[in-house]
């Protein structure tokens, strides 16, 4: 089992800092139509959307929110289809930035994120960037009371996830992507889930401090709260607090 839990240290910090349920329903409400477009409006058959669902409902959407989702999605209700576009970023002392974007119109999210990354005294880059630094990882946060460390790990690993890490309060199931939901689902049976995702992963990190900091702090703030962005990645560690995710 590895030591430290990077990614449940960031998520509880900010669940307990955002408290953004309005933004949190857009993303959902986003994540759903972008999964029913691509793989159909049965979520039987369509594990994105399937799990796309699940979270909605654990975070007490309506379920007519859900269902208009679902029909907007798969173009039932005539709407424009959201289009899924990332960005890569060199930020404010040297920190790598990685931005997940659903929108229904490219030039607008494009300009948006150019003037943020500009303002705050980063460079947008091209495509592969920064993007080497990161991998793809399903994550999935349990909370350590109610779960015995050597139960987890045996019934995770049959499971094929392929690491188990930990810190004070949760234990952090690390998989490959295409194992993420046969992991998940298996877990699901036996514990209480916290947190689960697919996310860009940082190899390493880069501390910055001082003013540096204050800047990483603020593009990573400004890009969150932006209406078209579902996800934001960096590689900085930030005066001991890691900021493997935002």
Not at 24 to 42: H, N, V
Not at 66 to 80: C, E, F, K, N, P
Not at 94 to 117: L, M, P, S, Y
Not at 146 to 165: K, N, P, Q, R, Y
Request: proline share 3%.
């Amino acid at each position: 089992m590895s030591g430290h839990s990077k990614w449940s240290q960031i998520k509880r910090k900010k669940a307990i800092t955002d408290g953004k349920r309005g933004k949190m329903f857009t993303r959902l409400i986003k994540e759903i139509q972008i999964a029913s477009r691509l793989g159909g409006p049965d979520p039987t058959g369509n594990p994105r959307l399937r799990f796309a669902i699940e979270t909605a409902k654990k975070s007490s959407m309506p379920a007519d929110n859900i269902t208009r989702a679902v029909a907007r999605g798969a173009g039932l209700d005539g709407s424009a289809a959201l289009e899924e576009l990332t960005y890569e970023i060199y930020g404010p002392g040297g920190v790598a930035i990685i931005v997940e974007t659903a929108t229904d119109n490219k030039n607008r999210t494009v300009a948006d994120i150019r003037h943020i990354t500009s303002k705050c005294g980063g460079n947008l880059g091209d495509t592969g960037s920064v993007a080497w630094m990161f991998a793809k990882r399903g994550l999935i946060s349990i909370p350590r009371e109610g779960a015995i460390e050597d139960d987890l790990m045996l019934a995770a690993l049959d499971a094929g996830a392929e690491d188990v890490s930990s810190d004070d309060e949760y234990y952090e199931v690390q998989t490959a992507p295409d194992k993420f939901e046969s992991v998940r689902t298996t877990l699901d049976k036996l514990y209480t889930i916290e947190e689960a995702r697919i996310a860009m992963v940082a190899a390493n990190l880069v501390k910055v401090e001082g003013d540096a900091a204050e800047k990483v702090i603020k593009i990573l703030d400004m890009l969150d709260d932006n209406d078209d962005v579902q996800n934001v990645f960096s590689n900085a560690e930030i005066s001991g607090v890691l900021s493997a995710e935002f």
